[in-house]
């Protein structure tokens, strides 16, 4: 019988200071995912497939289902925190008499129009629908800012007056466009006599910065509608050219802030904004580069639209308390247009027609839409006609 083979002597092994085999092949670590806060529950203030428009007071962000990104930076996230406390408004129906939504605007009813009421719009859109809105619905003449249409090609018939520059910080030539001075624009216009439109990335974030500088121009606004663009900067943004990312989304995010002082937030498109954010579907495994700044829940609210009204002509919580606000706070004109129809209502008060009793709720007061359903229609409370037949 064949004597059995000796076994061979283990070969030595060398291994790390981890006790990890020399050239052994491991699978990687899966990076550990960023674990979302608990977040309060809320609803959309309209259901999917309804209007996709800005919103009045405080936004519904829902967080995502997990973390989407491939980092976490602590600042980014609190930065993202402070753009949603600088955009969430306070203000209810009762304290604006309504509010009016359309597009990127939600406008405070108590602050719009009045008899001195002059509107600045300065955009790159072909038609300028705020400027529309505000002049066909409060009777408000319009001045549309825009630098990068021509003249020659536009549109004929609009209910505003087309100007062929931007606003912006400085009355120069940039970027072989046309821009005029905000201040100097303001220069000769009443206190709370301007509705202000303005987006950062055509007028720049340098025109707040002198905006913010001056309590005076400030006072000679009404409302104010703002396209943020955060992390994005014009040309002749000059003075934060240079600074590093965190410090220039700083800088932007205090700008936000600092409006504050003098003016209520009133609405912003941020839940809408939310409402088209996917990152189950974009992001599922995690993949996604991290945005500028974003919420504890994900939602990153680098871009938001956001209307303001001065703080002068609404309170939360009540009515505002100084009288030159209520030179021209209703929607059809001001204080006096609002005198004619009281004065109306006395003189047809001689009339001895008895009108039937009618009473209902509207269903929804807040929204200004078309309706489903029997329209609730309440009577006047005296007969404001001269005959009845």
Same mark, same amino acid.
């Given at each position: 019988?064949?004597?059995?083979?000796?076994?061979?002597?283990?070969?030595?092994?060398?291994?790390?200071?981890?006790?990890?085999?020399?050239?052994?092949?491991?699978?990687?670590?899966?990076?550990?995912?960023?674990?979302?806060?608990?977040?309060?529950?809320?609803?959309?203030?309209?259901?999917?497939?309804?209007?996709?428009?800005?919103?009045?007071?405080?936004?519904?962000?829902?967080?995502?289902?997990?973390?989407?990104?491939?980092?976490?930076?602590?600042?980014?996230?609190?930065?993202?925190?402070?753009?949603?406390?600088?955009?969430?408004?306070?203000?209810?129906?009762?304290?604006?008499?309504?509010?009016?939504?359309?597009?990127?605007?939600?406008?405070?009813?108590?602050?719009?129009?009045?008899?001195?009421?002059?509107?600045?719009?300065?955009?790159?859109?072909?038609?300028?629908?705020?400027?529309?809105?505000?002049?066909?619905?409060?009777?408000? !003449?319009?001045?549309?800012?825009?630098?990068?249409?021509? %003249? =020659? /090609? +536009? *549109?004929?018939? $609009? !209910?505003?007056?087309?100007?062929?520059?931007?606003?912006? %910080? =400085? /009355? +120069? *030539?940039?970027? $072989?466009?046309?821009?005029?001075?905000?201040?100097?624009?303001?220069?000769?216009?009443?206190?709370?006599?301007?509705?202000?439109?303005?987006?950062?990335?055509?007028?720049?974030?340098?025109?707040?910065?002198?905006?913010?500088?001056?309590?005076?121009?400030?006072?000679?606004?009404?409302?104010?509608?703002?396209?943020?663009?955060?992390?994005?900067?014009?040309?002749?943004?000059?003075?934060?050219?240079?600074?590093?990312?965190?410090?220039?989304?700083?800088?932007?995010?205090?700008?936000?802030?600092?409006?504050?002082?003098?003016?209520?937030?009133?609405?912003?498109?941020?839940?809408?904004?939310?409402?088209?954010?996917?990152?189950?579907?974009?992001?599922?495994?995690?993949?996604?580069?991290?945005?500028?700044?974003?919420?504890?829940?994900?939602?990153?609210?680098?871009?938001?639209?956001?209307?303001?009204?001065?703080?002068?002509?609404?309170?939360?919580?009540?009515?505002?308390?100084?009288?030159?606000?209520?030179?021209?706070?209703?929607?059809?004109?001001?204080?006096?247009?609002?005198?004619?129809?009281?004065?109306?209502?006395?003189?047809?008060?001689?009339?001895?027609?008895?009108?039937?009793?009618?009473?209902?709720?509207?269903?929804?007061?807040?929204?200004?839409?078309?309706?489903?359903?029997?329209?609730?229609?309440?009577?006047?409370?005296?007969?404001?006609?001269?005959?009845?037949?």
């Amino acid at each position: 019988q064949a004597p059995a083979e000796e076994e061979a002597a283990p070969a030595e092994v060398e291994v790390n200071a981890e006790g990890v085999e020399l050239g052994a092949v491991t699978a990687p670590e899966a990076p550990e995912r960023h674990a979302i806060p608990p977040q309060d529950k809320c609803q959309y203030t309209v259901t999917q497939g309804g209007g996709q428009e800005s919103r009045p007071g405080k936004p519904c962000i829902p967080a995502a289902e997990a973390w989407p990104y491939m980092g976490y930076t602590p600042w980014r996230n609190a930065l993202g925190e402070r753009v949603l406390k600088a955009v969430t408004g306070k203000l209810a129906s009762k304290d604006c008499k309504g509010f009016k939504s359309f597009s990127d605007a939600t406008w405070c009813l108590k602050a719009m129009g009045g008899p001195t009421a002059l509107g600045l719009s300065s955009g790159n859109e072909a038609h300028d629908i705020w400027g529309e809105k505000l002049n066909r619905g409060h009777r408000v !003449p319009t001045r549309f800012y825009n630098c990068f249409i021509d %003249p =020659e /090609t +536009a *549109e004929d018939g $609009t !209910p505003y007056q087309l100007i062929s520059s931007c606003l912006g %910080p =400085e /009355t +120069a *030539e940039a970027d $072989t466009r046309s821009y005029e001075a905000l201040d100097a624009v303001l220069a000769d216009r009443p206190a709370l006599s301007v509705h202000l439109r303005l987006d950062t990335e055509v007028s720049g974030w340098s025109v707040f910065d002198k905006l913010l500088e001056s309590d005076e121009l400030q006072g000679k606004l009404r409302t104010l509608d703002v396209d943020f663009h955060l992390a994005n900067k014009a040309s002749f943004d000059t003075e934060i050219m240079d600074l590093s990312e965190q410090d220039l989304l700083d800088h932007q995010v205090k700008v936000m802030e600092k409006l504050l002082k003098h003016f209520h937030v009133v609405g912003s498109t941020l839940e809408v904004y939310r409402m088209g954010w996917h990152p189950e579907q974009d992001c599922p495994e995690q993949q996604c580069n991290e945005p500028p700044v974003y919420l504890n829940g994900g939602f990153p609210p680098q871009r938001v639209a956001v209307s303001y009204a001065k703080r002068e002509l609404a309170s939360v919580g009540g009515e505002a308390e100084k009288a030159e606000e209520d030179s021209a706070v209703n929607d059809v004109g001001g204080e006096e247009a609002e005198a004619v129809v009281e004065e109306a209502f006395e003189e047809t008060a001689k009339t001895t027609y008895k009108m039937p009793k009618s009473t209902c709720v509207y269903e929804m007061p807040d929204q200004v839409s078309s309706r489903p359903g029997p329209p609730c229609l309440p009577g006047t409370p005296i007969w404001p006609y001269v005959t009845n037949t």
